[in-house]
Each structure stands twice: as C-alpha cells, then as structure tokens.
C-alpha cells in the first residue's frame, strides 16, 4: 500500500500545523490527510502525508489530481507504507 507524501517539515509549532490542516479541509478530505511524529536524534519533526493506494501507479495516478496548489508548493512522492515504517 501506498501514500503519497506532502512534505516533512522541522518546525512542529502547532498553530502552524493547525492553520494547514484547517486550509487543507477546504482542498481534500481532511480524513485522507495524515501528520505523523518524527523524532530521531532529538530531533522532532512532522510528516505530512495524503491518501492510501493499493499500488504505487495508483498512488502516482491520484498525485496528478492533488489540488494544484499542492502540485505547486509541495514535491509530491508516492511511498510504500513499508518504507514509511522504516523511515520512523
């Protein structure tokens, strides 16, 4: 299974995650939208991910009809939920 990945960002403030997630309810449905705890080297960080595929050319198929506002300001990547896991 596949999701595709918004983007990860290094600034966990949550007014600012909160802010996102209200513009995002407005662009996709907010239940598809996945923010994930990173911490790694006392380092803390959030990832931000979009929808669940059953292959990754469906999920590369759905990136080309994310909001294009998501097209423009984040470099979408379709990844399997495996390498997530080993990313964590």
């Known amino acids: 299974r596949y ?3 918004l983007y990860m960002t ?4 949550p007014a ?3 802010r996102f997630l209200l513009r995002a309810r407005d662009l996709v449905p907010i239940e598809d939208v996945m923010v994930i705890p ?4 006392g380092q ?3 990832w931000v991910l979009f929808g669940e595929f059953p292959t990754r050319d469906e999920a ?4 080309k009809r994310v909001p294009p506002r998501y097209q423009e300001a984040f470099r979408i ?3 399997s939920f495996g390498e997530l ?4």
């Open 60 to 63: 590369i198929n759905a990136a």
């Open 44 to 46: 803390y960080r959030l």
């Open 85 to 88: 896991r080993r990313q964590l």
């Open 10 to 13: 290094d600034n966990p403030d």
């Open 38 to 41: 990173v911490s790694a080297a």
């Open 77 to 79: 990547a379709p990844r």
């Open 16 to 18: 600012r995650m909160e």
């Open 3 to 5: 999701s595709l990945e």
